[in-house]
């Protein structure tokens, strides 16, 4: 794809995010129709949300990690995404849902990355992973897209879409890994205090250090790393759950603690 089309993709997107308008599709000529091309989109997106006042970007979004996910969007394969410093927030807070179309929550292990894993040296293991993480956070992810049916469009479009991320909204970080049981740790989802549904880390690729390691060890095949400080979300432990204005939405992760916000105006 020729250069002015991704960036008339990424330009679309971008609009579309800031303006709160939504499309059916891409114009064919600038829609993705490859892997590469749809991270190609989605990086010229990011230059452009950066573009924005004071916005970093501070992390990655792991999507489709879980079975059901990949069965709620008809795709078969993970994908990731970039979260900003502008579209993360604190558990406790209030989410203005004018910025929004028709949000999902998905309740997330996240992790805090102590050390820069060396590129020319993967593929890595989850154990050699697992001693490079600073800490756990239990975490909701938000995620909206910029098309009327997402479902349908394909995992090249939801790509380009950076993945389709809206929101992050994160706990109280665990430094002592030994703490959880990555293998097998419940997760209960609850909106306006009623119970919606429960989750399980094994749901996240077996486990949420596999879904790490699968990001490393693809950002890897195309010479990028996970810096020092950075953030990932693993993907979700539950279905993906839609919600509405005026719901109070509560993640529970046990000993790991809860996360929590106000969807509201």
Known sequence: MEKSKINEAADILYNCRINIKRIKKLPNDCAPKSIQEAYAIQ???????????KNLIIGKKIGCTNEAAKIQLN??????????????SKSNTIIET????SPFVEPEF???????????RAPYS?????????????????????????????????IADNAVHAHWIYGDEERELNFIN?????????INEQFIENGNASNVMGNPINSLTWLINNLALVGKTLPKNCYVTTGTCTKAIPIFKGDKVTADFGKLGTVSFDFKE
Do not use: C
Not at 75 to 88: L, R
Not at 182 to 190: E, T
């Open 75 to 88: 795709i078969k394969e993970s994908f990731f995404g970039n979260m900003f410093s502008n579209n993360i």
């Open 98 to 101: 004018s910025k929004y179309f």
């Open 110 to 120: 996240s992790f805090l990355m102590k050390d820069e894993l060396d590129v020319s």
């Open 43 to 53: 990086d010229k997106l990011a230059q452009k949300y950066l573009s924005e006042k």
């Open 182 to 190: 990555f293998n097998d740790h419940s997760v209960d989802l609850f």
């Open 126 to 158: 989850p154990s050699t992973v697992y001693e490079s993480i600073l800490a756990v956070l239990p975490s909701i992810e938000l995620v909206d897209s910029r098309y009327e049916d997402w479902t349908s469009v394909g995992v090249n479009n939801l």
